[in-house]
Structures are given as structure tokens and as C-alpha cells.
């Protein structure tokens, strides 16, 4: 129990102090950057491609690949993707515990999906997640751009949701405590882990396709 507690206690706390001021520090890093002027003439509305570019990176647009390019070439790493990411939004923002976990920390909440459904969608973004990685060993590209930092990555992102579903199910005949403690553990390490990682990209992936969605709707080209 005196894990447990350090795990959901001050550890968390910790970890989630660590996340809060890591992502700032990368936000504010991004917005100083600033953005240089365009003077070429507007030959569209940057508000209607910003519009538009959100429109297409809804979640359920990776499962309809015969109208993407994207899934030309790689159709299963493109599905993989978006079952992870779609499975891991649902997971978090979603779970009743979870919800519960950020009223906590926001003091609001909001619906929660039935767990059954939850648990369907956690098993799907481990399922994408090890197609991802598969992909990533058995391509010759793929192994080369995966380094120690890519590795640590898939891994840190994986066990939060390994050992949510272990527990959950109550599996290896180990106590819930002992389960949930070690759940803990591996979500503390993934908050201070992502400031220091490319999984920050969630933070600049708004302002990126914010960007690139108003210079492609000035420029009256498709985004």
C-alpha cells in the first residue's frame, strides 16, 4: 500500500508537475519561433484551409483508406496509426477512471463511454501500436530511423496501456493493488517521459496543422 499511495500520491503529483511545465516550455518555444509574413497575393481564405485541414484529420478518416493518399503505399501502417491514436483519445478522455482522474485535477468531468467499449478500443490501440512496430522492423526504411529514442518511445506509450488492460482484467493472479501500483508507475513515467520526447508532438501537432492549413487556404492549394 505504501507504493500505491507514493505511486498516486506524490509521485504523481511529481510527474504531472514535470509534464505541465515541460509543455509549456515546448509551447512557448514554438509560438516565439513567430511566423514569418507571406507577401505573395492570397488567392484563397486561410480561414476556410484552416477549416478544411481539421476536417480531414478527423479521427475516423484513417479508416476509410480508398479515398486517401496516404494509404497508397503503406495501407496497413495508416490503419495502425489510426487505431492506435483513436484508441488511446478514447482511453484517456474517455474511462470512467480516467474521467474521474481529471476532475481531480481540473475539478470538472465530463460523459464516459460504457467500459466494455473503453476496453474494446484499449485492446485496438495495443493492437496498432505492435502493427506499428512490426512494420518498423521488418522495413529496411524503418529500421533505419529507429533509434534508442524511438524504442523508449513505442515502449513508454505501450505499458500504461498494457498493464490498464492486466489490470482491469485482474490477470496473473496478482492482487488489484499490486496491478494498479505498477499501472501508476508506468503512467508517472510516461508524463515525465513526453516533454522530453517526440510524443510532445500532440502539443504542436494543433499550431503545425493550424499553420500549414491557413499558408496551403491563402495560397489556394489543397491541404
Known amino acids: 500500500m505504501d507504493w500505491l499511495e507514493f505511486s498516486r500520491g506524490p509521485m504523481f503529483q511529481v510527474a504531472l508537475l514535470v509534464f505541465i511545465l515541460g509543455m509549456v516550455y515546448r509551447f512557448l518555444r514554438v509560438i516565439l519561433m513567430g511566423w514569418k509574413k507571406d507577401y505573395a497575393p492570397p488567392r484563397g481564405s486561410a480561414a476556410a484551409g484552416v477549416v478544411k485541414t481539421y476536417v480531414k484529420g478527423l479521427g475516423f478518416l484513417p479508416f476509410l483508406p480508398p479515398k486517401f493518399p496516404g494509404t497508397r503505399h503503406r495501407p496497413l501502417t495508416y490503419i495502425a496509426g489510426g487505431m492506435f491514436h483513436l484508441g488511446l483519445f478514447v482511453v484517456i478522455f474517455l474511462s470512467t477512471p480516467h474521467v474521474e482522474a481529471w476532475r481531480s485535477v481540473l475539478g470538472f468531468g465530463w460523459p464516459t463511454a460504457p467500459t466494455p467499449l473503453v476496453d474494446g478500443f484499449a485492446a485496438m490501440a495495443m493492437i496498432g501500436m505492435i502493427i506499428l512496430l512490426s512494420n518498423r522492423i521488418v522495413s529496411p526504411v524503418g529500421r533505419m530511423l529507429t533509434g534508442l529514442g524511438e524504442w523508449l518511445n513505442w515502449i513508454v506509450v505501450f ?65
Open 159 to 223: 505499458l500504461p496501456l498494457l498493464t490498464g488492460w492486466v489490470t482491469y482484467h485482474h490477470l496473473f493472479g496478482m492482487p488489484y493493488e499490486t496491478l494498479f501500483t505498477i499501472h501508476m508507475l508506468t503512467v508517472d513515467w510516461l508524463l515525465i517521459w513526453i516533454p522530453f520526447s517526440r510524443i510532445s508532438h500532440f502539443m504542436t501537432y494543433f499550431i503545425t496543422r493550424t499553420v500549414h492549413g491557413a499558408r496551403f487556404g491563402r495560397l489556394g492549394v489543397e491541404p
